[in-house]
């Protein structure tokens, strides 16, 4: 091993725990620094009264990029957690009476299509099966450049590659092409809400992301999202990385465009590297002095932010048959929704929200014969919040998701909880209340996305869902395996 580096993390959530297992792993000496109670970041949890509520993530998606992260340390999911493969994997409510259980057998989802639309099925296969090479070429070729210059892409390969990606077309356009079926459509369209973007601007190379959908499957693991933060917790912890909780770092000390320490309420930290974790505009904005921000307020506020979300939690004294584990409602027109988030910022009108009720497949997050409930709103970042406002909505989302489950259970709420915009920049310094960071739309792609190495602090390194490759659990884990890799060939140590 080359010479034992301190290397001070910002940040637990998964970009950081995921550069510390591996740095620590290589023998360094690293410490997180985490400002919150708990570590994960905005996977963390929120315990009461017997219900143990996951506070962000909920969608288990690309199984295989777990897989490659546990490999990395000679383990597998199943060493921390059971994965489930929900079948249904989830369930879409449109207006009216029409929903679509979205089964996990590819069989059974192409019999889906072809009742929607004659030839949908066939189309499915063949739509899939390109989504397929799109999902297999951007987690070989592209997902790990740095993409620190435009010279990294300039392959011959890689160009014609680019092409078959369609990066130039829309996820829309794409979808629009092959089905007809308004409902299909937006079984298709939905993932590019993951990518905080919507389908007319997300490039048609994320069609990957139905390969990840319909094919790899949806997954829950057992006892919650917040088993694989404590998986990485684990990992991170018996490599010898020290995760220092309730740590609000202040500045970043600079001498000679190196950092040098990091300061945490008078006390310092001496690094040799530093990766930032914490959210990008928050690290530049508030952490550094102003002579080594890559980017200024202009920039930042140019940019398209994914959306916030207004989020409940609720425990539920009663079962409730008709509810599945994951709940889209698309019973109200997404244009509107979606102009009220990225065009026209403000409340919406109508909006599009997504229920999920893990306790329907885990009997450990909510006391026998309850249902542990969470509501998810996407909304407009950097707008009001207020506590009337909260109520507003959480009053349409319950009345609709009653209606649709044919059951009334307002009155049997006995936990609950909100969290929205301020919560969002309260507890994470997120940059306007954003929950997922950046939209993935073209002009934010790859090389146009925040640098993760800093231009102008040697030893500063960027990780997470706002910067290369993206927002999402398994795009982070990969973040931090980046950012971790850039450390080791700086301070010219065996590469991961
Ligand atoms: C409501 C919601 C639902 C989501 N659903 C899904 C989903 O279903 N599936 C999916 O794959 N992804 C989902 N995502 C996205 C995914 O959760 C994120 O992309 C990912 O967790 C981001 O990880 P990160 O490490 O980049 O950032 P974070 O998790 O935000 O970690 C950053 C950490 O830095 C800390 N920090 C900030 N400032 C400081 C400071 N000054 N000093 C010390 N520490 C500091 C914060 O407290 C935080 O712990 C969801 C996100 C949200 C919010």
């Known amino acids: 091993m080359a010479e034992k580096k301190k290397i001070v993390i910002i940040g637990s959530g998964f970009a950081g725990l995921s550069a510390a297992c591996y740095l620590s792993a290589e023998g360094h000496d690293v410490t997180i620094l985490e400002k919150n109670d708990q570590a994960g970041g905005r996977a963390r949890i929120w315990q009461k009264d017997g219900f143990t509520f996951d506070m962000g993530p909920s969608w288990y998606w690309m ?20 994965l489930k493969r929900l079948d249904p994997a989830y369930r879409i409510y449109y207006s009216g009476k029409d929903q679509i259980d979205v089964p996990a057998s590819l069989d059974a989802l192409v019999e889906v299509f072809e009742q929607k639309e004659k030839g949908g099925g066939k189309k499915l296969r063949q739509f899939l099966a390109d989504a397929e ?26 160009i014609g590659k680019s092409f078959q990606l369609h990066l130039l077309q829309s996820l829309r356009k794409e979808v629009r092409a092959k089905f007809k079926s308004p409902q ?28 990840a959908d319909l094919v790899l499957g949806t997954w829950y693991p ?25 740590q609000t770092v202040e500045k970043i000390q ?9 300061m945490v309420n008078g006390k310092t930290y001496q690094a040799d590297s530093v990766i930032a974790g914490s959210d990008y505009h928050h690290t530049e904005q508030t952490l550094l002095d102003a002579e080594y921000h890559t980017y200024d307020e202009k920039y930042w506020d140019s940019r398209v932010l994914s959306p916030s979300s207004l989020l409940f939690y609720i425990g539920v004294n009663k079962k409730l048959p008709e509810l599945l584990h994951h709940n889209l409602f698309f019973d109200e027109d997404f244009e509107t929704h979606a102009q009220e988030i990225y065009h026209e910022p403000s409340w919406p009108s109508a909006p599009l929200f997504y229920a999920s009720a893990p306790s329907k497949t885990d009997p450990s997050v909510a006391p026998e014969g309850m249902e542990n409930i969470f509501l998810l709103m996407p909304l407009a970042p950097g707008i009001e919040d207020s506590e009337a406002m909260r109520e507003k909505y959480f009053k349409i989302m319950m ?68 910067t290369v490759p993206g927002p999402g659990v398994p795009p982070s884990i990969i973040s931090g395996r980046m950012a971790a890799r850039e450390v080791l060939r700086q301070i010219k140590a065996k590469t991961i």
């Open 222 to 246: 057992m006892g919650g999202m917040n088993q694989i933060v404590q998986a990485m917790v684990k990992i991170a912890k018996d490599n010898g990385t020290k995760i220092l909780l309730n």
């Open 133 to 158: 090479y799109k999902y297999k070429t951007a987690m070989s070729d592209y997902v790990e450049r740095i993409s620190d210059k435009v010279t990294e892409f300039f392959d011959f390969k890689l």
């Open 63 to 82: 199984p295989d990029v777990f897989e490659e992260f546990f490999g990395h340390f000679g383990k597998t999911a199943a060493d921390f957690y059971d």
């Open 184 to 211: 299909l459509v937006s079984l298709l369209e939905f993932p590019s809400l993951f990518l905080g973007s919507t389908p007319d601007n997300t490039p048609a190379m994320y069609t990957m992301m139905n390969y």
């Open 399 to 466: 009345k609709r998701l009653q209606k649709k489950i044919g059951e009334q259970f307002e009155a049997n709420i006995v936990v609950k909880r909100s969290f929205c915009l301020t919560d969002f920049e309260k507890d994470y310094n997120s940059y306007k209340g954003n929950a997922y960071g950046l939209a993935n739309i073209l002009s934010q792609t790859a090389i146009w996305k925040p640098k993760m190495k800093s231009p102008k602090v040697k030893n500063l390194f960027y990780t997470g869902q706002l």
């Open 254 to 262: 600079v001498v000679k465009g190196r950092a040098t320490e990091v």
